[in-house]
T-cell receptor, first 112, second 113 residues
Framework: EDQVTQSPEALRLQEGESSSLNCSYT??????LFWYRQDPGKGPEFLFT?????EEKEKERLKATLTKKESFLHITAPKPEDSATYLC?????????????WGLGTSLAVNP | GAVVSQHPSWVICKSGTSVKIECRSL??????MFWYRQFPKKSLMLMAT?????????EQGVEKDKFLINHASLTLSTLTVTSAHPEDSSFYIC?????????FGPGTRLTVT
């Protein structure tokens, strides 16, 4: 079954304590893996798109990497303002169509 | 760039009434927009794909007569929740694609009393 699984479900860090969020997927014909940040009561904010294994992208304290089975979102020296839910989505070929499926997200809390 | 707006940001309506939510791409044209629904602490659930100038494509289980979608221009899609009921209360989010990447609006919180 095609699915996207994010772990952990929730993560609490101290300010400055680096960590990684995981997004594993079981689809064939990957056409893109997307990371978003969502604050409570807001729409998701686009962070990164990764298209092929080995690809890496960085933005400020965030770095996203991709393998053939999973993606990691590394957060270096996080600050309280990095607290949010991080969502992962995968676009893939499904017959003649392309589908997009979402993980349930990782809720990150960074304590000062 | 790639800003998507929604209006209203929140709305309260009585059961049985209809509510219209607007989604606009402010600085780009979007032939395709998407409407999602999100329950508390749950992931995004795609409701329908809105195509400019043609009928929307609804996901399985979504009532097309209840959730009317109109994509009349390249920058505007509307979602009308008809004869709303309390179970329709949710967070509705639209998105639009620019250069293969999906950008989301801020969402609309609908509460049906």
């Amino acid at each position: 079954e095609d699915q996207v699984t994010q772990s952990p479900e929730a993560l609490r860090l101290q300010e400055g304590e680096s960590s990684s969020l995981n997004c594993s997927y079981t689809v064939s014909g990957l056409r893109g893996l997307f990371w978003y940040r969502q604050d409570p009561g807001k729409g998701p904010e686009f962070l990164f798109t990764l298209y092929s294994a080995g690809e890496e992208k960085e933005k400020e304290r965030l770095k996203a990497t991709l393998t053939k089975k999973e993606s990691f979102l590394h957060i270096t020296a996080p600050k309280p303002e990095d607290s949010a839910t991080y969502l992962c989505a995968v676009r893939y070929n499904a017959g003649n169509n392309r589908k997009l499926i979402w993980g349930l997200g990782t809720s990150l809390a960074v304590n000062p | 760039g790639a800003v998507v707006s929604q209006h209203p940001s929140w709305v309260i309506c009585k059961s049985g009434t209809s509510v219209k939510i607007e989604c606009r791409s402010l600085d780009f044209q979007a032939t395709t927009m998407f409407w999602y629904r999100q329950f508390p602490k749950k992931s995004l659930m795609l409701m329908a794909t809105s195509n400019e100038g043609s009928k929307a494509t609804y996901e399985q289980g979504v009532e097309k007569d209840k959730f009317l979608i109109n994509h009349a221009s390249l920058t505007l899609s509307t979602l009308t929740v008809t004869s709303a009921h309390p179970e329709d209360s949710s967070f509705y989010i639209c998105s639009a694609i620019l250069a293969y990447e999906q950008y989301f609006g801020p969402g609309t919180r609908l509460t049906v009393t």
